[in-house]
């Protein structure tokens, strides 16, 4: 019998798409743990990280901000030297999952539904410009407490999507309301106001105007619209202050529902900020019963009306 210490068997090192699993993981765990302790400051910091990476996916502004919660601006590699900048020797790469499309494999038996592409999710890492060194990056315009265009072109999105926008002298003291393809804002607001009011009602249009769709909550419907009007006004720069709700409202009871609420929050925002950014043509909006709840949503079950 050979003496000698026994080898030990190693253990295998997660996979990215298992790292990132964690982390996504841990990000809401965390955020549902602060929120069961009466505290929103976790919540509206992740609204603020929406505002900044509106482009990204719920998923991965999870991610990002698990890794670097002062992230402000991330791209890849390659589009970082693209842009006169490199990322800094030493500099640990950002985890995200991106989608990607595989096409079909060229063999004769292939079936019918192998002749279209397949769409799967591979884990690729981004860096924060804050890793990067080398040109600056041109300053996008502060709008600061005016909306400014931002505001012509919210109004001008919306009637694009078959929603109806209209003034009303009184409200019965409502800012604004939605009606299920008409929206009413009370005529004399300041500008910046206005802004908010109109984002906050377009959001209730999308999420939860739908014919045949179950809602939430109306606490749940109002913060989930307020949410979405406080990343909109931050995306183009408003002064927000003390407008954001107490988002502790947004949590009933479970991490799965706070989740979807917060999928929707992002979907919703993504879609009004690409309106009012200048950079889409408001005919190619979304219309509002295209944002669909998400399977989160679905399976978490939430009813109410």
Do not use: C
């Not at 400051?41 to 698990?66: D, V």
């Not at 591979?122 to 315009?141: C, K, M, N, S, Y």
Request: aromatic share 4%; charged share 25%.
């Amino acid at each position: 019998m050979s003496g000698g210490t026994p080898k030990r068997a190693s253990t295998p090192s997660p996979s990215n798409a298992e790292r990132a699993r964690d982390l996504s993981e841990s990000a809401l765990a965390q955020l549902t743990e602060q929120l069961e302790a009466g505290n929103s400051e976790q919540f509206t910091a992740f609204l603020n990280a929406m505002s900044r990476f509106h482009k990204y996916s719920f998923g991965n502004i999870m991610l990002i901000i698990a890794q670097r919660p002062d992230a402000t601006h991330v791209a890849g590699f390659h589009t970082w030297k693209s842009l006169g900048r490199t990322v800094k020797k030493g500099e640990k790469g950002l985890l995200i999952i991106a989608p990607m499309l595989l096409k079909p494999k060229e063999d004769e038996d292939k079936s019918e539904s192998q002749d279209r592409p397949r769409l799967r999710f591979r884990a690729v890492h981004v860096f924060d410009i804050a890793q990067t060194e080398g040109d600056p990056l041109p300053e996008p315009a502060k709008v600061g407490g005016d909306p400014g265009e931002a505001l012509t072109r919210l109004e001008a999105a919306i009637p694009a999507t078959g929603i109806t926008l209209e003034d009303s002298e009184d409200l019965a003291g409502a800012e604004g309301v939605s009606t299920g393809g008409r929206i009413l804002i009370r005529s004399g607001q300041e500008p910046a106001e206005r802004f908010s009011t109109i984002v906050h009602e377009w959001a209730h249009e999308l999420l939860h105007q739908i014919e045949g769709a179950e809602r939430p909550p109306k606490v749940v419907r109002e913060t989930e619209a307020e949410a979405v009007a406080f990343v909109v006004g931050l995306s183009i720069g408003l002064d927000t202050g003390t407008a954001s709700a107490d988002y502790i409202r947004l949590y009933q009871g479970d991490a799965e529902t706070l989740a979807g609420s917060m999928d929707r929050i992002q979907k919703t925002a993504a879609v009004i900020i690409e309106a009012v950014s200048g950079d889409t043509d408001p005919e190619k909006t979304p219309k509002r019963d295209r944002v669909a709840t998400t399977s989160v949503l679905a399976k978490a079950g939430r009813t109410g009306r």
